[in-house]
C-alpha cells in the first residue's frame, strides 16, 4: 500500500480547495493522532503512524465541498476517485461523530453500511478529531461540553466519543 507523503497529502488538501481553517484544523489532528499513535507503540501496541498520520491530514478533505455531517462520506468518495488506498478513505468516512451505525446512517440517506471505526487506526483519527477545534486542542471535558452544546446532552456521538476515550486511554496505560 503506497500512502501518500506528509507533503503529498497537505498538497491535496490545498488543490481540492479546502480553506487554510480545515487546513490547519487537519494539521492539528495529525499532530496529536501521531503523538497518540507513537505512545501506543512505545506500549508495544502495533499501530501504523504513517496511515495514522496521513488519514488524520486527509480526514476532512470533503469540507473543501460540503461543512456538514456528509463531508466524510463525500471526502471518501474524493480521496477513492484519487486514487488513495482504501485504508485512507476508510478514515474520512469513519471519523465523523466518531463513528455513524447503520440505522443513523440511513437516516442520513447514506448507503447502507455501518460507518463506524473499525481499526486502531480510524479510532486514533476519529478521537484526534474531536479533542482539536479549528487549531487548538480540547481536554475531553471541553469537547464533550461542545459537543453537548451542538448536539444535546445525551447525544449518541457522545457516547461514542466517551467510548472511544476509554479504549484509547486504557491501550496507553497498558504496560510496555
Do not use: F
Request: charged share 30%; hydrophobic share 40%; net charge positive.
Amino acid at each position: 500500500m503506497r500512502l501518500p507523503s506528509r507533503e503529498e497529502a497537505i498538497k491535496m488538501l490545498m488543490e481540492s480547495g479546502c480553506t487554510p481553517g480545515v487546513i490547519l484544523h487537519s494539521l492539528t489532528v495529525s499532530q496529536l493522532a501521531v503523538e497518540i499513535a507513537d505512545k501506543l507503540s512505545r506500549r508495544g501496541v502495533k499501530v501504523n503512524r504513517q496511515l495514522v498520520e496521513v488519514g488524520a491530514i486527509l480526514h476532512d478533505i470533503g469540507r473543501s465541498k460540503t461543512s456538514t455531517v456528509h463531508h466524510g462520506v463525500i471526502g471518501a468518495k474524493m480521496l477513492r476517485d484519487k486514487g488513495l488506498p482504501e485504508p485512507v478513505a476508510l478514515i474520512a468516512e469513519r471519523h465523523v461523530g466518531c463513528g455513524i451505525p447503520r440505522e443513523e446512517a440511513k437516516r442520513l440517506g447514506w448507503p447502507d453500511k455501518n460507518y463506524s471505526p473499525e481499526t486502531l487506526e480510524e479510532k486514533i483519527v476519529a478521537y484526534a478529531d474531536k479533542l482539536v477545534e479549528g487549531g487548538r486542542r480540547l481536554t475531553i471535558k471541553t469537547a464533550v461540553r461542545k459537543m453537548e452544546r451542538e448536539l444535546g446532552e445525551g447525544h449518541p456521538a457522545i457516547k461514542r466519543m466517551l467510548a472511544l476515550h476509554e479504549e484509547i486511554s486504557a491501550l496507553l496505560r497498558k504496560s510496555p
